[in-house]
């Protein structure tokens, strides 16, 4: 069986009892980075057998993996930090296993975006994630769809890209679209700065951007207006007109 497992984004606590477990019983360890999971490893008293699976071999090795897996080895995949799958390699593993009809569970537990959203202070009750942009081509025919979004959108983007990306979003979104970076979350130094996207941009200006970075915009609000008068589904609305004409 294949064992998703997630792994702590930042303070090596948060990770579940079930998941030690299910690495110490697995024949090996499918790690994106086998240096930095080594550490995670070495912490809880984990001795199975790493691998490296990232996105530069993972086209080369699926196959010998499948077969593994067929043979009836217990394998788990690890990230660097986070759910597998979510912006990390795990995708194409997972979907021939699908295909293949062979048996895989994903553990539940840490991932950036679901903290960095609840804390955010906007709206959760519809959400898009939308992980990191387009680096050159389609970025920006990506961000002028985007500005009629009208759930909370969630993005992935470096430090070093940051300021930058603010920037570009005041562009299409507007200086007062309502946004949360949230920044080392888990860590000591966790920080959520909110406000417009021109205020915060400003702030990461003249501060520095460090750490790992979550990004979070409101959605449009005209579009969300709208939205939120239409009917809920195509049934609702037959029965509204069929009522208009009783």
Known sequence: MLHLVPTPIGNLSDMTFRAVEVLKAADFILAEDTRTSSVLLAHYGIRTPLSPYHRHN???ITEHILTQLREGRRVALLSDAGTPGISDPAFLLVRACVQQGLPLECLPGPTAFVPA???????TDRFCFEGFLPLKKGRHSRLKVLSLEPRTMVFYESPQRLVKTLGQMMDYFGADRPCCVSREISKKFEEHQRGPLQEVQANFQSSGVK?????LVGGCPAARKTREVE????EDAEASVSNDHV
């Not at 959203?117 to 709206?123: E, F, I, N, T």
């Not at 750490?211 to 990004?215: D, N, Q, S, Y």
């Not at 009917?231 to 195509?234: T, V």
């Open 58 to 60: 993972e086209h080369r």
């Open 117 to 123: 959203l609840v804390a955010s202070g906007l709206p």
């Open 211 to 215: 750490g790992e970075v979550v990004l």
């Open 231 to 234: 009917p809920e589904d195509s």
